[in-house]
């Protein structure tokens, strides 16, 4: 059960810091109320994609190579999920 509970706080740290990490990217998003929307719903696909790929490609956060892999999974968040979508039909 703990392992189950550091993995999704894992996931969470890794869409957390995808999406600082958007936000700050070229072109800037400025972190006001204005822009909320846009920073939750970066957070919540990066969220999917980085937990869609830890169960389905076998990723493991807690290793240092599976959260780099997850890191770099989750900054592309959206794009990740449309391709696994486009990819079963």
């Known amino acids: 059960m ?13 869409a957390g810091l995808a999406t600082i990490v958007r936000a ?15 920073h939750l719903k970066t957070f919540f696909f990066a969220a999917v994609a980085a937990g ?3 169960w389905l ?5 807690a ?3 599976g959260f780099i892999a ?4 989750a900054y592309v968040g959206y794009a990740f999920v449309r391709g696994l979508v486009a990819g079963k039909e």
């Not at 703990?2 to 890794?14: H, N, P, Q, W, Y």
């Not at 700050?24 to 846009?38: F, M």
């Not at 490609?57 to 956060?61: A, E, K, L, T, V």
């Not at 997850?70 to 999974?73: H, I, P, R």
């Open 24 to 38: 700050e990217d070229d072109p800037k998003t400025p972190w006001d109320k204005e822009h909320l929307k846009t």
């Open 2 to 14: 703990i392992e189950i509970l550091l993995a999704g706080g894992l996931v969470a740290l890794i």
């Open 70 to 73: 997850l890191l770099g999974v």
């Open 52 to 54: 869609l790929a830890s």
């Open 57 to 61: 490609m076998g990723y493991d956060p």
């Open 63 to 65: 290793r240092p190579d």
